[in-house]
């Protein structure tokens, strides 16, 4: 499977640092998907970035995906208490999650 | 337009039971998908579904668990004869094609 594994598995900062969260996938693929979770709760959507696109923006996310690499990056900046959540990359062809990146943004 | 409904939202269950949960998808979502979650873990895929087809059950485990997605009516996902094991959060998933707009998820307790 395509299975998107993401690393580190937990990550700790400080409000106002910047979080990067680092994906790995298998094979070629149509497109990514990063996800949220928050406690227990279903994810949420955040960005979808296709093959043909190496970096895309949405407020304070920035996703970057090297396809040489078979990998993307998800970086948010100036982190806030409310990011702390659980980040989980997939990809558009096969919608299989990793075990995810537990991020803790500090007040 | 309401989003993905999951329920129960927590259901007990004795050993050897079934458990039914149900997911009703976004209006105009024809693509189901169920996941289960453990505490601390990531989400397992189990089962993607279309309308009155099964597309992809890899993830599903051959014994005991089915999961339909009827013409009219919500996504099932049965478990029979329930064990300790299935404890976990359920997640169903639905798309128009592409992102994925998920539900809060059906907790499920074996007792």
């Known amino acids: 499977s395509q299975q998107g594994e993401e690393d580190p598995q937990a990550l700790s900062i400080q409000e106002g640092e910047n979080a990067t969260m680092n994906c790995s996938y298998k094979t070629s693929i149509n497109n990514l998907q990063w996800y949220r979770q928050n406690s227990g709760r279903g994810l949420v959507h955040l960005i979808l970035?296709?093959?043909?696109?190496r970096e895309k923006h949405s407020g304070r996310l920035r996703v970057t995906l090297d396809t040489s690499k078979k990998s993307s990056s998800l970086l948010i900046t100036a982190s806030r208490a409310a990011d702390t959540a659980s980040y989980f990359c997939a990809t558009g062809d096969d919608m299989r999650f990793g075990a995810g990146t537990r991020l803790t943004v500090k007040p | 337009n309401a989003g993905v409904m999951q329920n129960p939202r927590h259901l007990v269950r004795r050993r050897g039971q079934e458990a039914r949960l149900r997911c009703s998808p976004m209006?105009?979502?024809?693509?189901v998908y169920w996941y289960r979650q453990l505490p601390e873990e990531g989400l397992k895929f189990m089962v993607y579904?279309?309308?009155?087809?099964?597309?992809?059950e890899s993830g599903m485990p051959k014994e005991r668990f089915s999961a339909e997605f009827p013409k009219e009516g919500p996504s099932i996902l049965r478990i029979q004869q329930v064990v300790r094991g299935d404890s976990a959060a359920y997640f169903c998933a639905s798309s128009p094609s592409g992102e994925l707009f998920f539900g809060e998820g059906s907790r499920l307790t074996v007792l």
């Open positions: 579904l279309q309308k009155e087809n099964i597309i992809d």
């Open positions: 970035i296709r093959s043909n696109e």
């Open positions: 209006k105009g979502h024809s693509h």
